[in-house]
Each structure stands twice: as structure tokens, then as C-alpha cells.
């Protein structure tokens, strides 16, 4: 019998975003601007900015990076805008560096593929919004405007990597405008799509009353494992891997028949991969001292001194990180309304056997050399992994015992 072909994964009715709102904290380590690399011509502005959510969810990180070459030709690769003024990603182009602050220039360039600042006010005191091609402007404004203490609107997107194989997420701005929210109104929100499959749920954690999901989040990679997934070039950005990615559900121990309806109906997969978005809460807890140069100690600036670390590298190495947790919450699955308008009905953005388990089994998931180790390599569930679960596909037997 042929083997079944494998369905390609895709990104298609994704979402993975952010939305933060509350204090900025500027200080000495937010911005790095014109910044020279040591190891090319690259020229860069950076923004690593924190936004003190409240008691509840905390401080939050988020940033933004981007330069151009000194020594070379640079562009600025955007797409355009349909007759109706929606974004047109059909049409891509370039622009040339120079231009990319030409009002002409910008109006006919999609708004989905610009970055928004509003930190200024007019006469009237309303808000004046700025639009930038390029992250390395919109940070040089954000560097001239932004104080520490100002109450912002900070929105942009998900990025998934992947180092000393655990998996990394960073929440990377496109948009950051002033806000009237008082404190009570603080958040730290985020929408993200992510697969499940019929071990993704955990074992209760009835002590702190959560329930662990993994969840598989789509990234593209151009090479992951050692193997190179733009197969000598002729794949433009690479392949999607699935990364496993650990979140959280947080239950009420007082309704366990509650709970079990929740799961069932949200988390738990009958056959195949499912494809599901959930709104859900950044929570970061726990104090953090940014250490300074007198902070040092000897032998640690000694390793500055010869060219081992920068300064800013040794800095970030020396802050005090505390007990602080990093977790991201599921709150509910999305529900969008679909149809023609007028007609229109509400759906929960739940899309089951998107793909089969064999979709997710992907070679280049093994790393190159090592084939032997598959098993370790795989990041999706392992049938056999755990021996005190019940492998069947109707057991949610540890709910009873909430």
C-alpha cells in the first residue's frame, strides 16, 4: 500500500499577536541607537522595553530591532494597497533606503506592513500618529518621545526560536501609542493559533491549580537540526517546524465537573491534530535589579576589557533575575463571527483533524547525523512517554479526582 502523502503545513488562519497596556519604564538599557556591529558593516537601532502591567500580570518585556549595511545597497521589501485601501499582499516590491521616509512613498504602501508610534499630542491634545517602513526609525522617534512613566498601547507579534533546545518566545512591537487606561485597566494580553494532539494535556497541578497544555506552534526555519530547509536555496524562507511550546489552564478546584466539560470541550482531540486559538495572559512575577557598571566585579570586567564580553552583554549577564516565573495563560478559545454581512455567525476558531499525526512526523525534525536519538528529537508527544497514563482516547479519568 502507498504511503499516504503528507498535507503541507501552513499558517493559514493563524494568529499569533500581543497586546500590553500600562506603564512604560525607561531607563539607561532600553535603547541602543546607531549601535555598530563587530562583525559587519551592520548599522542598528534596538528597543528592549519593559511595560509594568500591574500586580497581576507584572512586568512585561517586548522589543524591536532593525539597521541597515553601511557599506551596501539597502532596500526595504513591503507590499502595497488594493483600490479599496486594504492591504494588497499580492503586489511586493521594493523601496529604496532613501526613500523610505517620502510621504509620496508611504501612501501607497499597505498599513499592515507599518510600524505605528503615537506619542505625541497636538494642540488639542489628541494624539499624533507617525507611520515608519523601517523598525530602525520608528525606534529613533520612539528613542526621542517615549519617557519613563508614560501609559501605553503596546501591540505586535509572537516570535517562536529555539535555543539550548528549549523554546523561546519574544514579543516583537509593530505598534505603541499612548493610553488613558487607569491601573484597574492594565493588561497583558495575547491571541495565539497553536495544534494540539491527543496528549496535550498534562496531568493537573492541583497544588497551583493549573492544568499544563503543550501545544505546537508553527515557526518557519531555514535550517533546524542541522538540516537545511530551503533544500539548497530553492525553498525562499525555509520549512514550518512544529515546536513544542508549554502553556497553562487554570482550573476552579471547588467545580471539577465544571472542569471536565472545559477540557473536553476545548482541550481534548479524538483523532488527528487539531488547529485551535485561544486568547490567554502573560504572567511574569518577581523583581528585576538591572545591574550597572559599578555593580562588576573585578574579574567580570576584566573579561570586558578584553573583548570577551561588551559591556551591555556583561550587564545583562549581572542583572538579578530573582524567582521570577514567566507563564502564558489560556483563557478561552476565540470566537470570530463568519458570513456575509448581516448573516453572520459566531464560531469557535476550533478546527479539528487539521492534520494527521504522520503530517507532523517530518524528517528534518531528526537531527542530521544523530538518527538514533528520534525519539529525544521529535518536539511532538511521544505515545509511550509517559507509562502511568492511560493511552486511551476517552481517558480523562484524572479529572475525577480533582
Known amino acids: 500500500m502507498a504511503k499516504k502523502e503528507q498535507t503541507a503545513l501552513d499558517k493559514k488562519n493563524w494568529t499569533q499577536n500581543f497586546n500590553l497596556v500600562g506603564e512604560a519604564k525607561v531607563n539607561d538599557y532600553t535603547f541602543k541607537i546607531d549601535e555598530h556591529s563587530e562583525k559587519s558593516d551592520w548599522v542598528y537601532n534596538s528597543l528592549n522595553l519593559q511595560v509594568d502591567c500591574g500586580e497581576k500580570y507584572g512586568r512585561i518585556s517586548c522589543e524591536l530591532m532593525g539597521g541597515y549595511g553601511a557599506n551596501r545597497d539597502n532596500f526595504v521589501y513591503v507590499h502595497g494597497k488594493k483600490a479599496d485601501g486594504t492591504d494588497d499582499f499580492e503586489n511586493q516590491y521594493t523601496i529604496d533606503w532613501e526613500d523610505r521616509l517620502d510621504p509620496t512613498v508611504l501612501s501607497e504602501v499597505g498599513e499592515l506592513g507599518m510600524y505605528t508610534v503615537g506619542l505625541e499630542k497636538d494642540t488639542k491634545e489628541k494624539t499624533v500618529y507617525t507611520k515608519f517602513l523601517t523598525p530602525y526609525d520608528a525606534i529613533a522617534y520612539i528613542n ?25 518566545v519574544k514579543k516583537e512591537i509593530n505598534s505603541i501609542v499612548l493610553s488613558k487606561a487607569e491601573p484597574d485597566k492594565y493588561r497583558a494580553s495575547f491571541t495565539q493559533t497553536m495544534l494540539l494532539d491527543k496528549d496535550s494535556v498534562d496531568k493537573p497541578d492541583k497544588q497551583r491549580c493549573i492544568i499544563p497544555i503543550t501545544g505546537y506552534i508553527l515557526e518557519k526555519f531555514k535550517e533546524y537540526n542541522g538540516n537545511d530547509l530551503t533544500e539548497g536555496g530553492t525553498v525562499k ?3 514550518f517546524v512544529p515546536l513544542r511550546k508549554n502553556f497553562e489552564y487554570e482550573f476552579d478546584m471547588s467545580k471539577p465537573d465544571l472542569v471536565k466539560k472545559a477540557v473536553d470541550k476545548v482541550f481534548k482531540v479524538k483523532k488527528g491534530i487539531t488547529m485551535i486559538t485561544f486568547e490567554g495572559e502573560f504572567i ?7 545591574a550597572t557598571e559599578d555593580d562588576l566585579t573585578d574579574d567580570i570586567r576584566d573579561l570586558v576589557e578584553l573583548g570577551y564580553y561588551t559591556l551591555e552583554e556583561a550587564l545583562a549577564k549581572c542583572t538579578e533575575n530573582g524567582n521570577r516565573e514567566r507563564r502564558m495563560v489560556l483563557r478561552k478559545p476565540q470566537i470570530k463571527m463568519v458570513g456575509d454581512e448581516g448573516n453572520k455567525v459566531p464560531v469557535i476558531q476550533k478546527f479539528e483533524e487539521k492534520y494527521t499525526e504522520d503530517d507532523l512526523m517530518l524528517d528534518y525534525l ?37
Open 237 to 239: 524562507g525555509g520549512k
Open 366 to 402: 531528526i537531527k542530521k547525523d544523530v538518527e538514533e536519538e528520534i525519539d529525544e528529537e521529535l518536539p511532538f508527544a511521544d505515545d509511550d512517554a509517559d507509562d502511568d497514563v492511560d493511552a486511551s482516547d476517552d481517558d480523562s479519568s484524572w479529572l475525577d479526582n480533582l
Open 144 to 168: 526621542e518621545n517615549l519617557t519613563d512613566g508614560m501609559i501605553v498601547n503596546v501591540k505586535g507579534q509572537l516570535k517562536y526560536s529555539v535555543y539550548n533546545d528549549n523554546v523561546q
Open 284 to 290: 511574569e512575577g518577581g523583581a528585576v535589579v538591572n
